[in-house]
């Protein structure tokens, strides 16, 4: 038999089938959070004008970069859970709780959308914890615990470009 055809052995980690998919589902719409909140910070760190250009064009770029770094992360623990990850933006509008910003709005509105989008989803990557933990999941609450770390930061340091 081709070796490139023989089935795959079963995934048996110590995680059920029903809870990865359950755990998989969850890292879906944390994956496409994810991708819009980085879509949307690349698409500010393009369009900000202002006097605060140059601050607010470096922040957005260093914010962009760690979201892009984080997807690979998320995807790639879904497809070690023995599921496919969500690629396309069809999936990732259906799944996402963040929605797209229309047209550019001013600096101070863009920060307004990045808080709320950073905090969209941290409460996306938070409302996993009870599944992740009842399945006795460390490396999946280990990546929420680590994205959260940095979704709260970020929203805190947004918010605070704001008060005056």
Do not use: C
């Not at 369009?47 to 892009?68: A, C, I, K, R």
């Not at 409460?123 to 990546?143: G, H, I, S, Y």
């Amino acid at each position: 038999m081709n070796a490139r055809k023989a089935k795959a052995p079963a995934i048996d980690i110590g995680i059920s089938a029903d809870e990865r998919a359950k755990i998989a589902k969850g890292l879906s719409a944390l994956l496409a959070d994810s991708y819009t909140l980085y879509l949307m910070t690349h698409n500010f760190h393009w369009n900000v004008t202002g006097p605060d250009f140059n601050s607010l064009h470096l922040m957005f770029m260093g914010q962009y970069t760690e979201q892009w770094n984080a997807l690979d992360v998320i995807a790639e623990r879904i497809r070690a859970l023995g599921h496919p990850a969500p690629g396309t933006y069809k999936e990732f509008v259906n799944l996402a709780s963040i929605r797209e910003v229309e047209g550019v709005p001013g600096s101070d509105d863009m920060i307004r959308h990045l808080v709320a989008a950073q905090e969209a989803t941290a409460r996306t990557a938070r409302k996993l914890f009870p599944l992740v933990n009842a399945a006795n999941d460390q490396p999946t609450a280990d990546l929420l615990t680590q994205r959260l770390e940095v979704h709260e930061k970020t929203a805190w340091m947004l918010r605070s470009l704001l008060e005056k």
